[in-house]
Each structure stands twice: as structure tokens, then as C-alpha cells.
């Protein structure tokens, strides 16, 4: 029983503590009677874009209160204790008894029963904003436990635009000494990704993206599914940083080559864990039958760049189709519902297709070896999809803007180039 004295306590707090963020390019609309429930990875910022939110929905702070149950002071906090922090705000705030109001309610998973409070406050009118670790509350499972009273908005890591806001570069001005800074900022997030964190203190970004990484593991996957057989799973987690594209059966024969004992249905559920944490993502194929879906295996993305590097990946053209992966992310389009990978009917592989508006190519660079493999997959997958939309994304720029191809126009951009027009 947490007591009113402590609630007073710990609602003043909050009202006065004062948070310096940089604003995040995500639009959000808080819909009456439903509570808005922000999403993401671990790290990915989703306490500071409560505030964020907390300054757009109520800069006053008049009607409006915000709690972070990880607070000590609120441990074994219940339903039956979130009902005693209205009535202590109503009486501190002197607020008349049901005047609406906006509850900011951060790491609220930690509340036994919690749902009942929210959908409590929400049938009284009040509007709710909340966010749930993945550690044990997944977005799919908050949907379920407010029984559709919920919408979600997906939180990651910066955005590269969002980066280059941050590092002042978002105006691209003339002059090679800007272009030069431009590149800089472009490939510190090929290499080291775009944790808020990172960017901020980028003298330390070794050591973060280690805890990023041992958090994820320990908390969101070993503790929350029990997980016994930790070598399994560190290997599996090195192994799909290193694959660029496989399968249960392939990722199983290689470990069982290396002596690492585990058995199909529990590396299936090892990858289902790692995707739920939101950290790895398989990338499915876009085809229709299920059984030629499982036969081209998927292709494994992770939420960030620094988390490729740090596990070891160096290979250039793997990490430029991850950050290109990433901005997708961050488009809001959902992997394996809104995008895909695509293989064409002569086995072409388009790396990313937006279904009835899109494909994308990534290559390191264009060059006459590889030049007739990726586009011509490109255009092989255009005609059979019926999509005009067709772009190369590269890092290294060559004279060549469009190619043209089958009848077809392929646009050739840079990944800086890319990230402007989305
Ligand atoms: N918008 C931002 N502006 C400035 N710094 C930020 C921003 N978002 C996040 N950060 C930095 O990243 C750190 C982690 O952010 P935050 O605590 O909001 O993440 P989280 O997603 O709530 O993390 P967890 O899942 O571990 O609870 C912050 O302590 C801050 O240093």
C-alpha cells in the first residue's frame, strides 16, 4: 500500500523535474478513450519522448502528471494504489474531482493490474500515454490486456535525420567542407548507429552499446522466457549479426558443427525471443505460398548499427543494407507486413520491397561486375510486380543518376541522397 504522503511526494517530483531532449520527427495523434502506448527497443529514448509529449499535450503541466513506477519509492505499487495517486492528486493540486485529465504513466508494467487502472481512466474520459519495457510487456500483449483500447506508436533509435538535425547538418549548404561533414555524420551511423545516447557521447559508445546489448539479452530474453542454454543463445545472437541471409535449418547445422548443442524448435523460439526484444528482426520473403516462404529462409536485420559493429561486423555492404533497413523501421513500416525481401522467378534477390509502391537495391557501389546482377533483379522483380518505383541506394556516388534498363527507369541515389527523399 503505497501511501498519500509518498503519492504527494512523488507527483511533485515529477512536476518539476525538467528534462533537456532533442525533439523526435514522430507524429502522434492521443485519441480520446484510447491510451497511446509508446513502443520500442531498449535505449531507443521512449521516457524522454514522454516528455516530449508531456511539453505538446500540456506545456503547463496544470491537469497532467507523470509517474515512473521504477521509482523506488513506488515498489509493489497495485491497481488499488493507482486509484489512491488520483485522489492524491486531486486533493495536492486542488483540481476539482473529475476533471479530466493526462496520465503520463512510464514503466507501468511494473504495476500488478495495471490495465485495470488505464482502462478505468480512460472510460472516465481521462487520456493515458504509457510505456512498457519489452523485458514484460510486449506491444502485441498491451493490445491484448487493454482488449483494443490502445494504439502504439513504435519508438527506435535516431533517425539518420533526426541525427543530422542533432549535429546541425540538416540544411545541406554548398561547399565540400559541409558535404565532408555530412559524410562524417552519415557513415558514424553506418558504423556506430544512432542510440541518443551514442550520438551525445560518442567517447563512450563502446561501452554503451555493450550494456545496450547486455541489458537486452539478460532482461528482455535470459530472465523474461527462462532461458537455460545462455551459450546457445550468445552464439545465435553472433551468428545472425554475421548472416546476411538464412534459416532455422542452416543456423542448426552450423552450431551443431560447432558442438554448440540445441535442438530446431528451440533456436526457432531463441529468434522469436530476439524479435519480440525488438532487436533482430527475420526478414521474411514476399511470396504468397507459405511453404516456398519458409524454404527462402529471411534475412536478418538488427534495430541498430552500433549493435552490428560491436558484435563484430565490419562488411560495409552488410551494414549500408541495415541502416537502409533501419530508415525503413523508422518510416513506420513494419517488417514481414509492410516490406520484404523479394526473390524473383529467376532468382534475383531485390533486397527490400514495399509492396505495391517500391523496390530498393543496396549496393556498396556500382560496378561493372555487379552492375548487371543488381539491376537487372531490379527489373526482373518490376516486371513481375508490377512496380515502377525502382531505386539503387549506394555509398559511394558514381557519375550515373538513372540507369535505364528493360524500358524502365531506375533511380541511383546515395544513401544521403535516399534519406532526404523519404
Ligand atoms: N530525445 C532525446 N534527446 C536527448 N537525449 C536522449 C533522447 N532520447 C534519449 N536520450 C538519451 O538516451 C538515454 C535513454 O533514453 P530513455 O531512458 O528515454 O530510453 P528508454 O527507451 O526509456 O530506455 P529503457 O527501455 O531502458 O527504459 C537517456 O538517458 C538520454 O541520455
Given at each position: ?201 560518442p567517447e563512450l559508445r563502446r561501452e554503451i552499446l555493450r550494456e545496450i ?51 530446431k524448435p528451440t533456436l526457432a523460439n531463441y529468434v522469436e525471443y530476439l ?42 555492404g552488410r551494414l549500408l543494407e541495415n541502416l537502409v533497413f533501419t530508415e ?95
Open positions: 500500500m503505497i501511501e498519500r504522503a509518498t503519492w504527494e511526494e512523488v507527483i511533485s517530483d515529477y512536476l518539476e523535474l525538467r528534462v533537456e531532449y532533442t525533439r523526435r520527427e514522430i507524429e502522434v495523434r492521443l485519441p480520446r478513450s484510447r491510451a497511446l502506448a509508446i513502443v520500442g527497443p531498449r535505449r531507443a529514448g521512449k521516457t524522454f519522448f514522454l516528455f516530449q509529449l508531456w511539453d505538446e499535450l500540456d506545456p503547463e503541466r496544470g491537469r497532467s502528471l507523470y509517474v515512473n513506477f521504477e521509482d523506488p519509492r513506488l515498489m509493489g505499487a497495485t491497481a488499488e494504489d493507482l486509484m489512491e495517486m488520483l485522489r492524491s492528486y486531486y486533493s495536492l493540486m486542488s483540481v476539482p474531482k473529475g476533471e479530466k485529465l493526462l496520465f503520463l504513466l512510464d514503466e507501468v508494467q511494473v504495476v500488478e493490474g495495471w490495465e485495470r487502472f488505464v482502462r478505468y481512466a480512460l472510460d472516465m474520459g481521462h487520456r493515458v500515454v504509457l510505456t512498457g519495457s519489452s523485458s514484460k510487456l510486449l506491444s502485441k500483449e498491451i493490445a491484448t490486456v487493454l482488449r483494443g483500447r490502445a494504439i502504439t506508436v513504435n519508438l527506435y533509435p535516431f533517425s539518420l535525420s533526426e541525427v543530422l538535425r542533432v549535429k546541425g547538418l540538416e540544411k545541406t549548404l554548398p561547399g565540400l567542407e559541409a558535404r565532408g561533414k555530412l559524410l562524417g555524420a552519415v557513415r558514424e551511423c553506418l558504423e556506430w548507429g544512432s542510440y541518443p545516447e551514442v550520438v551525445f557521447q546489448l547486455d541489458v537486452t539479452i539478460y532482461r528482455d530474453v535470459v530472465e523474461r522466457w527462462r532461458v537455460d542454454n545462455l551459450k546457445a543463445l550468445r552464439f545465435l545472437f553472433k551468428l545472425l549479426a554475421s548472416s546476411s541471409h538464412t534459416s532455422i535449418t542452416k543456423l542448426h547445422s552450423t552450431m551443431k558443427s560447432l558442438g554448440i548443442a540445441v535442438g524479435s519480440d526484444a525488438l532487436v533482430v528482426f527475420p526478414l521474411r520473403a514476399h511470396v504468397k505460398s507459405e511453404k516456398k516462404k519458409e524454404l527462402l529462409g529471411f534475412k536478418p536485420y538488427f534495430v541498430d548499427n552500433g549493435l552490428l559493429h560491436v558484435l563484430g561486423v565490419s562488411d560495409r525503413l523501421l523508422k518510416r513506420d513500416l513494419t517488417p514481414n507486413e509492410d516490406f520484404f525481401f523479394y526473390v524473383t522467378g529467376g532468382g534475383g534477390e531485390v533486397d527490400f520491397i514495399i509492396p505495391g509502391e517500391e523496390l530498393v537495391q543496396v549496393s556498396w557501389k556500382l560496378h561493372p561486375e555487379n552492375r548487371e546482377r543488381e539491376l537487372s533483379a531490379l527489373i526482373e522483380a518490376s516486371a513481375e510486380t508490377g512496380i515502377r518505383e525502382l531505386t539503387v541506394v549506394t555509398w559511394e556516388k558514381g557519375k550515373e543518376r538513372i540507369a535505364k534498363l528493360g524500358g524502365r527507369v531506375i533511380r541511383l541515389l546515395s544513401v544521403e541522397e535516399w534519406i532526404k527523399k523519404g
